[in-house]
């Protein structure tokens, strides 16, 4: 299943690589994240709600200001 997330409030591209990059390294997590357009899309056949609080774990680690919101 993918879900599709609008991010807010994020500064850098470097910074959206560094997530991205993060989130794909959780076991059986695909993450696509555009800076451009500020979305990131997940693919995962995990629970959403736990993949979802590991992402948001993440981006506050990377980027404290970073939120996202399911489209």
Known sequence: MTRTYEI???DCAHCAGKIEEEVNKLEGVECKLSFAL???K???ERDFREVEKAVNKIMK???????MRAK
């Open 38 to 40: 500020a979305v990131m």
């Open 42 to 44: 997940i693919t995962t």
């Open 8 to 10: 807010e409030n994020l």
């Open 61 to 67: 680690r990377i980027e404290p200001s970073a939120r």
